[in-house]
C-alpha cells in the first residue's frame, strides 16, 4: 500500500480530521482552563484584600468597644476564618459604624446579590417582638443572608462544624448583639429565649444558603453536561 493509498484512508475515515479537531478542542479546554484559573486567583485576591480591610475596620471598631467579652468573641471569630464581612453584618445590628461598613459591602456586591431574587425577607416567620422590632430584626437578617451568598462554600465551612453544629462563639456573639439591640430599644426579654432566637436566625440563614449553594452546583452540573 502506497502513500496515496494511505491519505485515501485518512480521507475516508476521517481520522486524520477528527485527529485535528480533537486536539483543537484539547487546546480550547486548556485554554478555558488557564483562563479560569486566572480568573479565580483574582477573585480569590480581591476577596482575600476585602476580607483584610474589613477585619483592620473591626480591628479599629474593637478598640473604641467597652465589652471586653465581645471582643474575645469577635476575636476568635476571625481566629476561626469566619468571614469579616458576616461578622461585621452581625455588629450592624447595633453599631452605626459597622452599618455604614456592611452597606458598603452589600453595594461591592450588588451585581451577585441581583442574582437570586429572594421575594421573602422576613427570615423568622414567627416571633413574639413588637411589629417595628420584628422589622428591624428581619431587615438585619436578612443582610447577613444577602452576604453569605457571596461567600457561602466558606462561610458555611467555618460557621458550621461538621456534626451540623453552630460555631458556638458565632452564636454568642449574635445573642450578645440581639441582647444589646432590645436594651437599646427598651424591650424587655428572657436571655434564654434570645439565646434560642439567636440559634434560631443563624441557622435559617445558614440553611437558605445551603439550599442555594446546593442549587447553584446543580444548575452548575447541569450546564456542563
Known amino acids: 500500500m502506497g502513500l496515496e493509498d494511505l491519505n485515501s ?43 483584610d480591610r474589613l477585619a ?63 421575594e421573602n425577607r422576613a427570615i423568622v416567620e414567627r416571633s413574639d417582638f413588637p411589629p417595628e422590632i420584628k422589622t428591624a430584626l428581619d431587615a438585619w437578617s436578612f443582610g447577613l443572608l444577602e452576604f453569605g451568598l457571596t461567600q457561602p462554600t466558606r462561610l458555611l465551612a467555618t460557621a458550621i462544624s461538621p456534626q451540623n453544629k453552630l460555631f458556638p462563639d458565632l452564636q454568642k456573639l449574635t445573642t450578645f448583639v440581639i441582647r444589646d439591640f432590645l436594651e ?11 439565646t434560642d432566637f439567636a440559634e434560631l436566625i443563624l441557622k435559617t440563614v445558614l440553611g437558605k444558603i445551603k439550599i442555594s449553594l446546593a442549587e447553584t452546583r446543580e444548575l452548575s452540573a447541569g450546564e456542563s453536561d
Open 184 to 194: 437599646s430599644k427598651g424591650v424587655d426579654f428572657d436571655f434564654d429565649k434570645i
Open 9 to 51: 484512508l485518512d480521507d475516508e475515515s476521517g481520522g486524520a480530521k477528527a485527529a485535528e479537531v480533537s486536539d483543537e478542542v484539547f487546546r480550547e479546554q486548556i485554554r478555558k482552563m488557564q483562563k479560569a484559573q486566572k480568573a479565580a486567583k483574582k477573585v480569590e485576591g480581591r476577596a482575600r484584600s476585602k476580607d
Open 56 to 118: 483592620k475596620v473591626i480591628g479599629k471598631f474593637l478598640q473604641n468597644r467597652a465589652s471586653t467579652g465581645s471582643m474575645i468573641l469577635i476575636a476568635r471569630c476571625l481566629d476561626q476564618n469566619i468571614p469579616a464581612g458576616m461578622i461585621l453584618g452581625i455588629l450592624a445590628l447595633v453599631e452605626s459604624e459597622a452599618q455604614k461598613e456592611f452597606e458598603v459591602v452589600l453595594g461591592e456586591n450588588a451585581q451577585i446579590l441581583a442574582a437570586p431574587e429572594i
